[in-house]
């Protein structure tokens, strides 16, 4: 079948007007000729999006490969029939939604689904953050959540998360995003499920949630910084202190980021006025993502002006949290804080509330700073590494604090079992607060922290490919002809991820460690089109005056590693 037929077909049992409407167009299009709508046409009718351990991704259109209300609806009806299979009829399942084009309405169109398979479906009041989901689904014992974003993905996206709770999951894993083998068991049911116009919607039914479920995740913030605010007790006028830049990206999380933080005391409060409503197109930035370049330049233009301590950035669905400070020898006074340095300051902070316990555990992905494990070492808590993913972070037995470098973090684990950018954020500026009371910064705290382990310097290598079968080409070549030597350091450990490492399940990769204690792991994206190399060095320090010149080797040693990798993988010029 052609594209143009599988197109035809397609139609024939959208239930949405305008998505068929749409697809039509492009099949008149490419039948008369033109060629992009010809391959516009072709990667809209590639195949399914495939329902994995991230639920669904991609672009919003009409088309089998595309987010849009046929897929939605074929989804919603897989999720359903496997809920049913486990729990019975009485299933209950709550659904959230950002701001991106269509969340609502592929939000409601998710609540008939359930609603139409005998569920009971809860929708929450308004836009919201995923972390308000995640907190969603435990509190109100559902036995999954769906939350309808494509988080931090080019404007032209949209997604479908799901996590599981209630009778679906264990204590330790309600609330968290699903893993294998339960994606493999709704993608055979969605695949089961038919053609979306037989799938049964209703047109209400579902419950829309009152504002107790935000005043309730608000709530939980306030218990968890009165928890940690014992560790600290520096006095009330600290976070009052505090001046602070919050930028939502463009997406939902000022609103509720504003409230906790408010409630928290920071009344010295500032929104970046361009990025503070939710809008999806993102015009003021090139890609919402607060790691990528210039994201941040309207919010350190903002902390400039009005001579802020703190930056606060949150991606569009406020599940992932960036930071940025002062800094006398940053370009334009201001550095942006790495996922790592994050990672190392939080979790510091949450390793000294609960010092001495070996039962709680700091967790981090395989691919973040082994800095964690000294850091938990030195405190007397537990620590552990998992695969990439919050699914994974999210499940480790006594968490009390997880996180990985693509700046995630969970710090109330027991209420958002998954990355909360608000709660972050919230402790960040705790954190903040109490170093400026004691005349320091958060800058402070990390040569503080290198004096105590040393210097561990990460940085990322990514390439972004159009040809996907480069990756595969690249990781191939790596397998074949490993290093032996890595900045001069001798290679004593490569291995082969797909074998397992620590016990953990298989997946594609490489893991490469130095004599030295240099680490890289090299993996491909699971969203995105790239290889990404995840490179970390360790420089000894004798002294905070050390700190400087240790950080200098490091990045000396970062860049050389780069240089190499990159010729051995067999990159370089176009891609």
């Known amino acids: 079948m052609d594209a143009a037929e599988a197109a035809r077909e397609w139609i024939g049992h959208d239930p949405d007007a305008r998505d068929r409407t749409e697809l039509q167009a492009l099949v008149d299009l490419a ?107 435990n509190h109100l014992g559902a036995d999954a959540g769906v939350m309808v974003t494509a988080s931090h993905n080019p404007p032209a996206d949209n997604g479908y998360k799901v996590y599981l709770g209630g009778r679906m999951t264990g204590p330790d894993a309600r609330g968290a995003q699903i ?40 709530g939980a913030a306030a218990a968890l910084r009165a928890q940690l605010g014992v560790l600290h007790p520096f006095e009330a006028r600290g976070m009052g202190e505090l001046r602070v830049v919050l930028t939502a990206m463009h997406g939902v999380g000022a609103k509720m980021a504003s409230r906790v933080l408010a ?96 039962d709680a555990v700091l967790a981090r992905s395989i691919v973040s700073s082994s800095l964690l494990g000294r850091i938990a070492a030195a405190h007397g808590v537990g620590s552990a590494q998992t695969l990439t993913g919050f699914k994974w972070i999210a499940r480790v037995p006594g968490l009390v604090y997880g996180y990985e470098e693509a700046i995630g973090y969970c710090v109330n684990p027991l209420v958002v079992r998954d990355k909360d950018g608000v709660t972050a954020g919230l402790v960040a500026c705790m ?63 490569f291995l082969d991820l797909a074998d397992g490492y620590l016990g953990l399940p298989p997946t594609p990769g490489y893991r490469i460690e130095t004599a030295r204690g240099d680490r890289v792991v090299a993996r491909p994206s699971g969203t995105e089109p790239k290889l990404k190399c995840y490179l970390e060095v360790v420089e000894p320090t004798g002294s905070r005056e050390t700190v400087p010149l240790a950080r200098q080797a490091a990045a000396a040693r970062l860049e050389a590693i780069k240089a190499e990798l990159t010729t051995v993988l067999g990159f370089g010029g176009e891609l």
């Open 263 to 358: 409630e928290a005391g920071v009344h010295d409060l500032h929104l970046v006025p361009e990025q503070a409503a939710p809008d999806p197109d993102f015009p003021t930035v090139a890609f919402p993502n607060p790691e990528e370049p210039g994201a941040l330049d309207l919010a350190k233009q903002l902390a400039r002006s009005v001579d802020a301590d703190l930056v606060v950035a949150l991606d569009p669905d406020a599940d992932r949290c960036s930071l940025a400070v002062p800094d006398a020898d940053a370009d334009g006074g201001w550095r942006q804080l790495t996922g790592d340095e994050i990672g190392a300051v939080l979790g510091d902070y949450l390793a000294r509330a609960h010092a001495g316990d070996p």
């Open 179 to 218: 893993v294998p083998p339960i994606d493999g068991h709704i993608m055979a049911a969605i695949e089961a499920a038919g053609a979306p116009d037989t799938v049964p919607v209703a047109d209400g039914g579902w419950q829309v949630l009152t504002d107790e479920v935000m005043d309730a995740y608000a």
């Open 431 to 493: 954190i903040a607060a109490d170093a400026k009371h004691r005349g320091q910064s958060l800058l402070d705290i990390l040569d503080d922290l290198a004096v105590a382990h040393g210097v561990y310097a990460t940085s990322p290598l990514t390439f972004r490919v159009r040809d996907l079968s480069l990756i595969a080409r690249g990781l191939e070549r790596l397998g074949a002809d490993p290093p032996t030597q890595l900045a001069g350091s001798q290679v004593v450990e």
């Open 31 to 137: 039948g008369a000729g033109d060629p992009e709508a010809a391959a516009d046409l072709a990667d809209r009718m590639s195949g399914p999006l495939v329902f994995g351990t991230a639920g669904l991704r991609g672009a919003v259109g009409a088309g089998m490969h595309r987010m849009n209300t046929a897929v939605v609806t074929t989804a919603t009806a897989g999720l359903a029939a496997v809920l049913r299979e486990h729990v019975g009829d009485d299933f209950h399942v709550v659904i959230g939604y950002d701001g991106r084009h269509r969340s609502d309405e592929f939000a409601r169109a998710a609540a008939g689904v359930v609603v139409a398979a005998g569920g009971r479906a809860s929708l929450l009041p308004e836009r919201a953050p995923t972390p308000v989901l995640c907190f969603a689904v």
